[in-house]
């Protein structure tokens, strides 16, 4: 078991992608400097103990996954993950343009499935 810093900057910069964020926003959720959180994304640089369970909490995600890349369900996002990062762009929007998206997302899925 070797603590991978690339590997896991690239867990956490698709998680954070997947929820729509900037790295800024992650950096100012977890009071760090924004180049600090790129470092850590692009595995240049390890984190503290305090850092790490920031990122944790503010990204929902294990520390074993995190650091190991291992997870309890076996994968690496969940139906979860995707419907958090659904919410949280619409959660942005105001109702008429939420319905508006939510009649598309329907028409999408019904051309998805007729293909």
């Known amino acids: 078991m070797n603590y991978d810093h690339l590997a896991a900057g690239e867990r956490l910069r698709s998680k954070r992608i997947l929820l729509g964020m900037t ?13 600090y959180y790129a470092d ?10 305090e850092t790490l369970l920031s990122l ?7 520390l ?6 291992k997870t309890e369900e076996g994968g ?3 139906h979860t ?3 958090a ?8 929007y105001p109702t008429q343009s939420r319905g508006y998206a ?8 019904v051309a998805c499935s007729n293909e």
Request: aromatic share 4%; with cysteine.
């Open 23 to 35: 790295q800024e926003e992650i950096a100012e959720k977890i009071n760090r400097a924004g180049k």
């Open 40 to 49: 850590i994304e692009r595995g240049s640089c390890g984190m503290s103990t």
């Open 56 to 62: 944790a909490s503010v990204l929902d995600m294990s």
């Open 64 to 69: 074993d996954y995190i650091i190991l890349g």
């Open 76 to 78: 690496e996002i969940t």
């Open 81 to 83: 993950d995707e419907v």
């Open 85 to 92: 990062a659904i919410m949280r762009l619409l959660d942005s």
């Open 102 to 109: 939510l009649k598309l997302l329907r028409l999408f899925l």
